[in-house]
């Protein structure tokens, strides 16, 4: 998935549940890995290690393994035969942004006016698959046409590096060696199956494939066959790509002829320090109230303030939620929900975004961390991403400074911390 915005961003959909079963090692799997973005918090419990002299002594024994957990000779033959070590994917696997790119400036290339009219485009091309599909699983044409676009740029760009090339490359040296290993081998089991040939099964670095971006257990999980050729495919088929995306969505619990959400306005005196999820009825006695129309009827629905008190603020519901189980990123959710916005001809974010907040450093954001811990806002461990246990201390933080807690860093609230640490 495209837009490389937030850390682990490449690393696919989450609802996966592809256990790779105990075995013996050295392939063993450390624990379930449903959830690439949570990965480098198991990569400490690696299994046991096994160090190999080679990547093709390495491949060798996992073709052994692949054999045993019943994967074909003729795909082993098919999909391993002659696949290379790709140094390019580790280099891109080590990468890691200087800057934490603030939201503005990653929604203005997800969302820009070009991707707007091929998102119309391209809707206008295929109104009948998506408003099957939006039939189907509930999950409005525009969506499922924003995702394509957000994911591969409407299946331009999903990549072209060889998914079993990045995956093996990543299982033998990578930083997320059991998880890669694991959808190695579902990528095995997707050729075995004959939903694609090996040398057709193309994606990101990272192994997201095709069109919708799934990683092999994803695909495995919730890709279907739209077009009903019996075969599932995310590379070539558009009504397979746009059936599958909704699918997921509709699993991940997409409410039918629900919005997304709304942007809304927070009266004077806002409790900002609400992380719980309430009604409508209860934000709006609050004094919460939609930026334009109504509030939207929800059960269940969290206040969202990406950029902080000065920026634009949202109340999101369940199919907000959902899209996160697309990517975990308050950026990408927003980034898909307003691109559907404006390819149905609604209305985008009105409230300006702070642009001259100047974005903060990994090493800020570590100085940040150290820095609420030293002065006694335990944050955890510093690892330069703003989590929610940076931000809850960032918040705990400015209520005792008397400023408004809404958890978002600044350069100014750095150097504030600075000057309380003396
Ligand atoms: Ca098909």
């Not at 996992?62 to 696949?83: M, P, W």
Request: net charge negative.
């Amino acid at each position: 998935m495209s837009g490389d915005f937030s850390i682990g961003r490449r690393c696919r959909p989450l609802l996966c549940a592809s256990l790779i079963a105990a075995i013996s090692t050295p392939f063993a799997a450390s624990g379930a890995l449903a959830n690439p973005q949570l990965m480098s918090e198991v990569d400490s419990q690696a299994a046991t290690e096994v160090s190999y002299a080679n990547f093709q002594q390495w491949l060798q024994d996992f073709r052994q393994y692949a054999a045993g957990q019943g994967i074909s000779e003729a795909t082993l033959r098919k999909a391993l035969d002659g696949v290379r070590y790709r140094e390019r994917v580790i280099e891109l696997d080590g990468y890691q942004p200087e800057f934490v790119r603030p939201i503005w400036e990653y929604l203005d290339t997800a969302v820009s006016s070009t991707r707007i009219n091929n998102g119309r485009e391209k809707l206008a091309d295929h109104r009948h698959t998506a408003q099957q599909m939006q039939q189907r699983y509930g999950v409005p044409a525009e969506i499922i046409v924003a995702i394509w676009g957000i994911e591969s740029n409407y299946g331009s760009n999903f990549g072209d590096f060889s998914t079993l090339e990045s995956l093996a490359t990543l299982a033998y040296d990578g930083r997320r060696r059991d998880f890669a290993r694991g959808e190695l081998l579902a990528a095995l089991r997707i050729i075995d199956q004959g939903d694609i040939a090996a040398e057709q099964m193309k994606g990101s670095w990272a192994g997201a494939m095709g069109h919708t971006q799934f990683i092999p257990s994803s695909f495995e999980a919730y890709a279907v066959d739209g077009d009903g050729d019996g075969r599932r495919d995310i590379w070539g088929s558009i009504p397979d790509v746009m059936a599958s995306t909704a699918n997921y969505l509709a699993r991940a619990g997409w409410q039918a002829s629900q919005p997304w959400g709304a942007e809304v306005r927070l009266p004077e005196g806002f409790d900002y320090a609400q992380t719980e999820r309430r009604s409508s009825a209860e934000w709006r006695s609050q004094g919460v109230q939609a930026q334009q129309g109504e509030l939207p009827n929800f059960a269940s629905a969290a206040i969202v303030i990406p950029a902080g008190a000065d920026g634009p603020t949202f109340l999101v519901g369940a199919n907000f939620r959902a899209i996160l189980r697309y990517n975990n990123a308050t950026s990408y959710a927003l980034a898909v929900a307003t691109l559907g916005d404006a390819i149905a001809g609604r209305d985008g974010i009105q409230h300006n975004w702070p642009r001259d907040q100047a974005p903060l450093t990994r090493d800020d954001v570590q100085e940040l961390q150290r820095t609420l811990n030293r002065v006694g806002y335990s944050v955890g461990g510093a690892d330069g991403i703003m989590g929610p246990n940076t931000r809850q201390g960032l918040r705990n933080f400015q209520r005792d400074q008397g400023l408004i807690p809404d958890g978002f860093a600044t350069q100014e609230l750095l150097e504030r911390l600075r000057q309380r640490s003396q």
